[in-house]
């Protein structure tokens, strides 16, 4: 089913629409996204005595609110990052949600009030429909990765509309938000495919300034290191859900960003903030030392 073009388009974010839909379950596909790249055989460290605590009281929606998050179609075809005036930047977790480590990366997020972007795939959308509400409820945003990961780039245009279509849609049925970004799966959409998923769908596709490479596994500190050494002003980093490194590597991550100044907005926050020119000198640190963090705690 391909939800129209009009839907898109419109910023339709009320959490009064969560209690109205009911939970979509029964056609996913119990498979998991690809597998990128080859196991490294390094032992993870998750630690799986972690247990989710229950989520106590209302969390307020989007407590950074004065951030606008609306960007027209002429913000860009395509981010890599993005031109800001100040220490701004967007994490960014693809592949999920996941049962278990999703809950845990937004309980870490949610100590620090910081905002990400998840970058879901459909198929687990469907299997994790109350992961996805509790992400949306919490004032992150949800970006479309495709149905199942495939390829995008080596498939036919109805096959693409197909994996976008049916995110798409099994975003809106969890959460009655309507999703503005796609980051393809790899990366691999071409330049023509994202001039159509911008006119289709209303999505420019959006890549990333640092990779950790998190998927190889490579260790929590060396995901930590990778992260904090690479992040610049505008940057988009891109990290995945879906392993236990990379969500024990978060707190040490997340805080050495927040010691340096960073502020967590959400991508489309990010997108609305752009300049119109790039800065002087791209690559320059971001906020000076000792700028204030982000507040501890939400309001
Ligand atoms: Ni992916």
């Not at 630690?47 to 609306?70: C, I, L």
Request: glycine residues 8%; charged residues 15%.
């Amino acid at each position: 089913m391909r939800p129209e073009l009009s839907r898109h388009m419109k910023r339709f974010c009320s959490t009064l629409a969560l209690a109205l839909l009911g939970v979509s379950l029964g056609s996913c596909s119990p498979a998991a996204p690809l597998a990128m790249g080859p196991a490294s055989g390094v032992k993870t460290t998750t630690n799986t005595n972690y247990r989710t605590p229950p989520v106590k009281g209302a969390v307020p929606r989007n407590p950074d609110a004065p951030f606008s998050n609306q960007f027209g179609q002429g913000a860009g075809v395509t981010f890599t990052r993005v031109p800001v005036a100040g220490p701004y930047i967007a994490i960014t977790f693809d592949d999920g949600p996941h049962a278990t480590f999703t809950p845990r990366l937004l309980d870490m997020l949610r100590e620090r009030n910081i905002k990400a972007t998840f970058f879901v795939c459909g198929n687990n959308c469907e299997l994790y429909p109350n992961i996805l509400r509790r992400i949306v409820a919490e004032g992150h945003e949800l970006g479309n990765h495709s149905y199942n990961h495939p390829v995008l780039a080596k498939m036919s245009e109805e096959q693409v509309r197909s994996q976008l279509s049916r995110t798409h849609q099994a975003v809106l049925n969890a959460t009655g938000v309507n999703m503005h970004l796609l980051r393809p799966p790899y990366g691999a959409f071409t330049p023509a495919q994202r001039e159509w998923a911008l006119r289709e769908f209303g999505y420019p596709t959006i890549l990333w300034s640092v990779d950790p490479l998190d998927w190889k596994k490579p260790g929590s500190s060396v995901i930590t290191s990778r992260i904090t050494s690479q992040t610049t002003q505008g940057g988009i980093i891109l990290a995945h859900d879906i392993h236990g490194q990379t969500i024990d590597a978060m707190p040490a991550t997340l805080d050495a960003l927040l010691r340096k100044g960073y502020r967590f907005v959400t991508v489309s926050q990010l997108i609305a903030m752009k300049t119109q020119a790039a800065p002087q000198n791209p690559a320059a640190a971001p906020a000076a030392p000792g700028a204030p963090a982000q507040a501890a705690t939400a309001p």
